[in-house]
């Protein structure tokens, strides 16, 4: 499912822009990685995209659909096809992990005989099953939550969301509270995910080497200005430290 993202700024009711005139598309099956300092204005993008926050001007389409006028049901069937990852794992910490996963059919049916174990469809326990094997952690399907680590945990919430079989993935720090090696881990397994399914990604990340590895193109933002668009091959080390206000000599 493609994106695109017209002439979009964003005003809260403080007055602050926190978006200026920011302008690209996402073509189906493609990462962009949107980098920047704090307060950038890099989650309230990811905000607009997915309709949570309204543009103040411009406009943001979703596949065929234009999230502008659009009402409340309408929206509901887009975010059905949009799948989150967080730094915050949204995962219940009682709960095992095989449950956790099979919660992820929340975000695609209301059917709550198909959140739990003993009522889900054989296709969506096995389907469970493939997707706690994709992320490594099949092995672990019976244990709870709280005894995995941080990065077996972001494993399973990858798994969850994936049950949702979603057209697009956003993907907001997804691996800042993990260690180095642990976070390239979990991007590894990200991006293998969404290519094996065609899966449209936009992440936010602050890693730059981790970026211009697994992202197919690089949005810089500042300000809320757009400063940098270009394909990670294409990318120098120059332009990325400019975009942080550091010296590229230092580097
Ligand atoms: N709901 C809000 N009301 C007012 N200002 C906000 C709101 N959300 C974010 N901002 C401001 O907009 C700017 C961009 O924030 P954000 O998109 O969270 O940046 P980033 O994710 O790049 O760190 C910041 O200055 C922030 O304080
Ligand atoms: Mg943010």
Do not use: C
């Not at 949204?90 to 095989?98: A, M």
Request: glycine residues 6%; without cysteine; proline residues 2%.
């Amino acid at each position: 499912m493609q994106i695109s993202v017209n002439h979009l700024s964003k005003k809260f009711s403080d007055g602050h822009a926190a978006l200026e005139n920011v302008s690209f598309s996402v073509n189906e099956g493609e990462h962009v990685t949107i980098l920047g300092p704090n307060g950038a204005g890099k989650s309230t993008l990811i905000k607009t995209i997915v309709g949570l926050e309204k543009p103040t001007t411009g406009s943001i389409k979703i596949g065929d659909t234009e999230l502008n006028n659009i009402t409340t049901k309408k929206l509901q069937q887009v975010r059905k096809r949009i799948g989150f990852v967080f730094q915050n794992l949204n995962l219940v910490q009682n709960l095992s992990v095989f449950q956790n996963v099979l919660f992820g059919t929340m975000g695609r049916t209301k059917n709550f005989l198909s959140w739990w174990p003993q009522t889900a469809s054989r296709y969506d326990r096995e389907l469970t099953m493939r997707y706690l094997e994709d992320v490594g952690m099949e092995h672990s399907a019976k244990k709870r939550v709280d005894q995995l680590s941080g990065g077996q945990q972001q494993r399973v919430a990858i798994a969850k969301m994936m049950m949702q079989q979603p057209d697009i993935v956003i993907a907001d720090e997804p691996i800042a509270s993990l260690d180095p090696q642990a976070g390239e881990e979990i991007m590894h397994l990200l991006t293998s995910l969404i290519k094996q399914n065609h899966v449209t990604m936009v992440s936010v990340l602050h890693q730059l080497e981790v970026s211009k590895k697994y992202a197919d193109r690089l949005i810089g933002l500042k300000d809320g200005k757009m400063v940098m668009d270009t394909s990670s091959y294409d990318t120098n080390t120059q332009h990325l430290n400019e975009l942080y206000n550091k010296s590229a000599v230092l580097v």
